[in-house]
C-alpha cells in the first residue's frame, strides 16, 4: 500500500472525510514533494473518494507539478488563500477533519476553521507517526546514504585537527566539505573541546583545541530528504588514564545496547542495557539523558529509547544509541551511531571506527 493508500485507509477505518496534511515533512514523506512555505500556505487534503489536492505558493505550483501526479493547486500572494481553498476542495462540508495537531499552528487552524465551518478536528498526528515509525527498505536505503555523509563529515574533522585551530574553525572546515559534495548538514554541527565537551549541549566556540584532552564531534547529514547523526569522541595529544577510561566505559555502555536490539525487545531494556554498565561504575549520574531518539525524515522523531518506555521494537524501526558521561570540569564523551532494527539484530548506518582515535 502506498503512504497516501495507508491516509486513506485511516480516513475508511476512523470514519473521517478528510485529512488534512500541514507538516512540511510529512508532505515530503507521504508525496516525494518538499518545500518550506515559510509563512505561506501550504497544505495537502487527502479524501477517501477524490483524488488528493496539494495547496501551494504560486510560485512552486512548476516543481510541484513534475512531482505528483495529482491536482496541484496554487495561490498568489494578494489572493485569500483560505477562500481559494474553500472554492477548490471536494468536500467543503466535511463534518470531520483530520489535522496534525503536533504541527499546526494558531493562525493556519483558525484558517481551517473558516474552510470546514461544520467540521469536528480529529488529531492525524498519532497516525502519521505511526507510519514514521516503521521505515521501508527503500527509506532505509536512503538512511544508509545519509549515514555515509555523516562518515565523510567526521573524516573531514579529524583531517582538520590542529591545535592552534578553535571549534568553530573545525565547523566551518566540515560544513564546507560537505557542501562541496553538495549535501547539507541536519543540524548545527558540534565539535567541543576538552571540558565543553562535558556539556551534553555545548555550543562551539572560540576557544582553541585543548592538547591532552578528548575532543567530540557531533554532527549530520540530511541527504534525499533523510537525516543521519553521529557523535565520536577522540583523542588529542596524551589524554590521562580518567579520560581513557571514561571512553571505553562509554563505548562498552554502547555496545551492550546495541547487543541486545532485536524485534520484540522494549526501548527500556535497550536503555537500561547501556544505563547499568555506566552505573555499576559508579557514573550513573552523568549519564543524564535518554539513550536515544528516532530518526528518519526529522533528526528527532519517534520513538525514544529511554527509561519507562515499553514500546516493543519491530523490524524498521530506527534510532539512535548514544549514551554519553559528562563529568563537569574533568570530561565528557559521548558515542553515536544510529541504525535500524532488523529481523535478529541492529544494523548501523554509520562505520567510523570507535577505538579512541589520537590526533595530535
Ligand atoms: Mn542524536
Ligand atoms: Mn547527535
Not at 470514519?15 to 500556505?41: C, M, W
Not at 491536482?71 to 466535511?94: M, T
Not at 560537505?178 to 547539507?184: D, F, N, P, S, T
Not at 583545541?209 to 543521519?228: I, K, P, T, W
Request: charged share 25%; hydrophobic share 40%; proline share 4%.
Amino acid at each position: 500500500m502506498s503512504k497516501l493508500d495507508q491516509i486513506v485507509d485511516f480516513l475508511e477505518t476512523e470514519k473521517t472525510d478528510v485529512a488534512v496534511v500541514s507538516d512540511p515533512v510529512t508532505i515530503n514523506y507521504l508525496t516525494g514533494f518538499y518545500s518550506d512555505p515559510h509563512e505561506r500556505q501550504l497544505f495537502l487534503f487527502v479524501y477517501t473518494d477524490h483524488e488528493p489536492l496539494l495547496f501551494v505558493p504560486a510560485l512552486e505550483v512548476e516543481r510541484a507539478t513534475a512531482v505528483v501526479d495529482f491536482q496541484v493547486l496554487g495561490y498568489v500572494d494578494s489572493e485569500n488563500p483560505w477562500e481559494k481553498i474553500k472554492g477548490a476542495i471536494a468536500k467543503p462540508d466535511a463534518k470531520t477533519v483530520a489535522l496534525e495537531f503536533d504541527n499546526l499552528i494558531l493562525t493556519k487552524y483558525h484558517g481551517l476553521q473558516t474552510v470546514f465551518e461544520k467540521a469536528q478536528f480529529t488529531n492525524l498526528t498519532p497516525r502519521i507517526n505511526r507510519m514514521r515509525l516503521i521505515k521501508s527498505a527503500d527509506e532505509i536505503q536512503k538512511m544508509l546514504v545519509a549515514g555515509q555523509y555523516a562518515d565523510k563529515a567526521v573524516h573531514l574533522g579529524f583531517d582538520a585537527i590542529s591545535l592552534d585551530k578553535t571549534e568553530t574553525d573545525i565547523v566551518a572546515e566540515i560544513d564546507f566539505g560537505i557542501k562541496r559534495l553538495g549535501q547539507e548538514m541536519s543540524f548545527e554541527t558540534m565539535v567541543l573541546t576538552g571540558n565543553n565537551a562535558a556539556n551534553p549541549h555545548g555550543i562551539p566556540g572560540s576557544n582553541k583545541l585543548e592538547n591532552d584532552a578528548l575532543l567530540l564531534f557531533d554532527l549530520g547529514c540530511m541527504v534525499n530528504g533523510y537525516a543521519s547523526d553521529m557523535t565520536r569522541t577522540v583523542a588529542v595529544g596524551k589524554p590521562d588514564d580518567f579520560k581513557k577510561e571514561i571512553y571505553h566505559l562509554t563505548l562498552e555502555a554502547q555496545q551492550a545496547a546495541i547487543s541486545m536490539i532485536k524485534p520484540g525487545v522494549t526501548a527500556h531494556e535497550v536503555d537500561r542495557a547501556a544505563r547499568s554498565v555506566i552505573e555499576k561504575a559508579g557514573y550513573g549520574e552523568y549519564f543524564n539523558h535518554r539513550l536515544g531518539h528516532g530518526i528518519g525524515m526529522d533528526v528527532h522523531e519517534f520513538p525514544s529509547i529511554m527509561e519507562g518506555n515499553d514500546l516493543v521494537l519491530e523490524e524498521g524501526m530506527c534510532f539512535s544509541v548514544e549514551p554519553g558521561i559528562y563529568i563537569p570540569g574533568k570530561v565528557g564523551v559521548r558515542i553515536e551511531d544510529c541504525g535500524h532494527v532488523t529481523k535478529d539484530g541492529f544494523g548501523l548506518f554509520t562505520e567510523t571506527s570507535k577505538d579512541l582515535l589520537y590526533f595530535d
